[in-house]
């Protein structure tokens, strides 16, 4: 059973302008969620991640997420995008003992 | 430090032949995991050990091996190597520091099978 969805494949954001990535997952439990960013040819990194307390989440690159337990969803944000934030963006979460990602969403930046 | 050390980053190889792709961390994390990623598909795990000396299969285990030689080192293996086995093959370790649900990524390994 699919337990990460990312419905977006491909969002294209003009720089300068907010942007908003959206994940939902399906868990019964307390879900440990992350974020990961990949660049084009590049290894995976870290963007954030939430385990328990604060909803929102900061990160690194002026990323945020919001865990929204009624909706099943943590969204990742960031208020101005930058030209360099051109990637593709993975939620994930962690189920039994390894982490399950979703399918991704391809980021591009227009000028 | 080096962090997830994967090689090698790109291999070719025709139908029928076999590889093995080698992964080694130095963070001293205790468990490790192989993924593959395919477009469209996000990464999807192959296999994994949550410790040295235990393995466990993942979402597509089918057609791998895996050993977990020693702490450090944890081997993908590709027998009889298909066209569907073409992909990019990362490998991550979790554990402290940093967090058992935490992972590191190698740089990945690009593998075509003719």
């Known amino acids: 059973a699919q337990s990460v969805t990312q419905p977006d494949i491909h969002i294209t954001v003009s720089e300068g302008a907010s942007l908003e990535l959206r994940c939902n997952y399906s868990?019964?439990?307390?879900?440990?969620l992350f974020w990961y960013v990949q660049s084009p040819g590049q290894g995976l990194q870290l963007l954030l991640k939430?385990?328990?307390?604060?909803?929102l989440v900061q990160g690194i690159k002026g990323f945020e997420a919001e865990f929204k337990r009624s909706q099943s969803s943590f969204n990742l944000r960031k208020p101005s995008v930058h030209w360099s934030d051109a990637a593709e963006y993975f939620c994930?979460?962690?189920?039994?003992?390894?982490?399950?990602f979703g399918k991704g969403t391809t980021l591009s930046v227009s000028s | 430090n080096a962090g997830v050390t994967q090689t090698p980053k790109f291999q070719v190889l025709k139908t029928g032949q076999s590889m093995t792709l080698q992964c080694a961390q130095d963070m001293n994390h205790n468990s490790m995991y192989w993924y593959r990623q395919d477009p469209g598909m996000g990464l999807r795990l192959i296999y994994y050990?949550?410790?040295?000396?235990?393995?466990d299969k993942g979402e597509v285990p089918n057609g791998y091996n895996v050993s977990r030689l020693n702490k450090r080192e944890f081997s993908l293996r590709l027998e009889s190597a298909a066209p569907s086995q073409t992909s990019v093959y990362f490998c991550?370790?979790?554990?402290?520091?940093?967090?058992?649900?935490?992972?590191?990524f190698g740089a990945g390994s690009r593998l075509t099978v003719l």
């Open positions: 991550a370790s979790s554990g402290n520091p940093g967090g058992a649900n935490v992972l590191t």
């Open positions: 994930a979460v962690f189920r039994g003992a390894a982490l399950i």
């Open positions: 939430y385990f328990s307390g604060d909803t």
């Open positions: 050990s949550a410790s040295e000396g235990t393995t």
């Open positions: 868990y019964g439990a307390t879900p440990y």
